[in-house]
């Protein structure tokens, strides 16, 4: 036989444990100090993760607004006829509204919503919208309009020059995941409507709120802070009229124009605007980290000698998280129900605006960094500022200039292969700043879909970045959200439609990695961790470690958090020894599947998912299976 034909049989042979693996962790050999910050989330407007996803608006277009992707979702029903109309609005916000002839009582609009609107038997919809004149019916009904779920008399309300408020409770006598909002008028007329709202229970009961399962999946991962709006959504595209503009994302619905969202490409109405992210942080006892646009966007700069207006836009969104009842814009913020300051505590510069390569408009980076970093760090010193870094093509990026710098924010899209190569990319790193991974996944740059494999790659990563928490002070997976009707970025955390979703790998490992921080590095030493030849094989195989580790303690050293990776597709055999000290119980949460593509989906939902064991002694041997991330919380 020659060797390809061994090496062929051998692998048909079953895999039996080959790495042997030793540890010997002593408690009193402490590395840095863990961050309070080390793991949240980043959110921004992609994949619809907002509009037809976290933000529980239930209309699509419910200004009459949207562009091109959005037509189709208002058709009419009964015998009517509409029109977009663009005079006799509501207000300066508004640019249009809809104008229905119903030639018949009981004709009218209907909206879809995001690729069919879900509503649930017994569960209550408050409806609102805005009208000139008119006695309504509103229904939920089929898709096709053959059933009726819901239907209510609507009531008037407030009254604004022509216009008037109104709402109606609709409460769904069944459950349908392709159901439609319909706006019937009750006598054949010319009608004009605005603004029209369907809102199911929220998360934590907000007006303007969050859906319930959606807001408690990122709940779930615990998060100590929320970057937000962006990404690329924060720069725009050709100019900053379409980016997101904070102060245009205020106060009641109606009074929100919204905006076309040039990178990824759909309408955004701003419901879930500033406030709701602060609301959102404070909710799930996050800070936020705010991301500001420093005038550099996708194809277009504004001067830097025109950026003053910017700042004193930064500034006042600052003062609106932060300043006190006698600021304007604090006083605003208690105008929108929260007169308590949010405590927003970092603020990034730019985001992707510092590239080495073509992309002219990031040389002209550093000189808008520094005007924001002193006009911010004069006016609140105790906020931390983030800069940018080169984010794409660069494993080491550089502060490539000497304006002073807290921390900088670098990003990476890469192999699961690269999450592991970098297991100890921060090891040699000089440490004159300190480093927020503000995006990464192991998504191959978006192309490829999340598997375990993925999954074991990232915890493997931020294992490294918890080797070298001195230096590694804040990490956040990229992006989270994305309905499933209209994938932008295809590798994400967790997937849905209007009816129900679930959640990747991934999503668990960033959920074991930060209910199981600690407060200290555990420095350790290992022996038989080489796993570049199978020695009892001869077999070469692809991983250069058995495992990869981190260990972390807690501040009275009862419990010791031990985090293991095998990303091999075997298992391998661990012996801990622990120096002077006896453990006593042990928690295990483990992840794990048979193959590296094992996922999770809507079929499956817990095709990949934790598994808890408690030991009442901590293993002597230890077996760590193929393609599994563990955690061990050993007491002492
Ligand atoms: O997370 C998706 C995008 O990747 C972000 O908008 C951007 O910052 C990065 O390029």
């Known amino acids: 036989m020659n060797r390809q034909t061994i090496i062929s049989a051998l692998c048909c042979l079953p895999l039996t444990v080959v790495g042997q693996v030793t540890m010997n962790i ?32 239930m209309v699509c277009d419910r200004s009459f607004e949207g562009g091109e992707r959005e037509n189709g979702v208002w058709t009419t029903v009964g015998s009517a006829d509409t029109a977009r109309v663009s005079e006799g609005l509501l207000n300066n916000a508004q640019r249009h509204a809809m104008r229905f002839t119903a030639t018949h009582p009981m004709s009218g ?31 939920l009904q089929s898709a096709d309009g053959s059933l009726t779920f819901a239907s209510a008399e609507v009531k008037q309300g407030e009254r604004r020059g022509e216009w008037r408020k109104y709402s109606a409770t609709l409460k ?30 929220t998360f934590r009961n907000r007006p303007n709120g969050l859906r319930r399962d959606l807001a408690e999946r990122l709940a779930g991962l615990h998060p100590t802070f929320v970057r937000f709006p962006g990404g690329c ?46 609301q959102l942080c404070d909710d799930l006892n996050a800070a936020p980290l705010f991301v500001i646009n420093v005038g550099l966007g996708h194809e277009y700069q504004i001067p830097v000698d025109s950026i003053d207006w910017l700042i004193e836009d930064a500034l006042d969104a600052i003062e609106y998280a932060n300043g006190d009842l006698t600021t304007r814009w604090g006083k605003e913020r208690a105008k929108n129900g929260h007169p308590e300051p949010f405590n927003l505590k970092f603020i990034e510069i730019g985001n992707e605006n510092y590239q080495a390569d073509a ?67 921060y090891d040699n790193r000089m440490r004159n700043f300190l480093i927020y991974n503000g995006e990464y996944a192991a998504n191959g740059e978006g192309k490829a879909l999340p598997t375990m494999e993925s999954a074991v790659g990232e915890a493997i990563y931020m294992m490294g970045m918890e080797r070298n928490a001195d230096i590694c002070r804040m990490a956040s997976f990229a992006p989270i959200f994305m309905n499933v009707n209209d994938p932008r970025w295809k590798y994400d955390m967790i997937y849905y439609d209007s009816q129900g979703h679930w959640v990747t790998p991934s999503y668990y490992v960033q959920q074991m990695m930060a209910e199981n921080v600690g407060r200290q ?33 807690n501040d009275d050293a009862r419990t010791v958090y031990l985090k293991i990776a095998n990303p091999n597709d075997r298992e391998v055999s661990l012996e801990v020894n ?47 299976k193929p393609y599994s991330v563990n955690v061990f919380r050993v007491r002492f």
């Open 359 to 425: 992309r002219i408009h990031s040389q002209q980076y550093a000189e808008r960094y520094i005007k924001f970093y002193k006009a911010i760090k004069e006016r609140y010193p105790e906020l931390t500022t983030i800069g940018n870094v080169d984010s794409w093509g660069h494993d080491n990026p550089v502060w490539r200039n000497l304006h002073p710098v807290e921390m900088v924010d670098e990003h990476y899209y890469r192999w699961h292969t690269w999450m592991r190569e970098n297991y100890r990319k």
């Open 578 to 624: 622990w120096s002077n000290v006896v453990p006593l119980s042990c928690e295990l949460t483990t992840l794990s599947a048979p193959t590296p593509e094992a996922t999770n989906s809507m079929e499956q939902p817990e095709a990949v998912s934790p598994r808890s064991f408690s030991y009442e002694k901590f293993p002597d041997k230890l077996k760590i």
């Open 26 to 57: 002593d408690l009193n050999d402490r590395g840095p100090t863990m961050s309070d910050y080390q793991y949240g989330i980043f959110y921004e407007e992609i994949n619809h993760a907002g509009e037809g996803g976290l933000y529980a608006e």
């Open 521 to 553: 590095v555990l420095r350790w030493t290992e022996s038989g961790n080489s796993a570049t030849v199978d020695s009892a094989t001869a077999v070469v195989v692809k991983s250069p470690q058995w495992l990869y580790q981190s260990v972390t303690v």
């Open 109 to 139: 609009i209907a909206n879809r919503g995001f690729w069919g609107m879900s509503v649930e038997r017994d569960s209550i919809y408050e409806l609102t919208f805005w009208a000139t004149k008119g006695a309504f019916t509103a229904q």
């Open 233 to 278: 959504y924060v720069e725009g595209v050709n100019s900053y009229d379409e980016a997101f503009q904070w102060k245009r994302t205020l106060g009641p619905i109606e009074e929100r124009p919204g905006h076309q969202n040039r990178n990824w490409n759909y309408w955004v109405s701003d419901g879930m605007g500033y406030h709701e992210f602060l």
């Open 172 to 201: 769904a006598n069944a459950s349908c995941n392709d159901a439609r909002l319909a706006l019937l008028a009750r006598k054949a007329g010319r009608y004009t409507v605005d603004v029209v709202s369907l809102f199911p229970g």
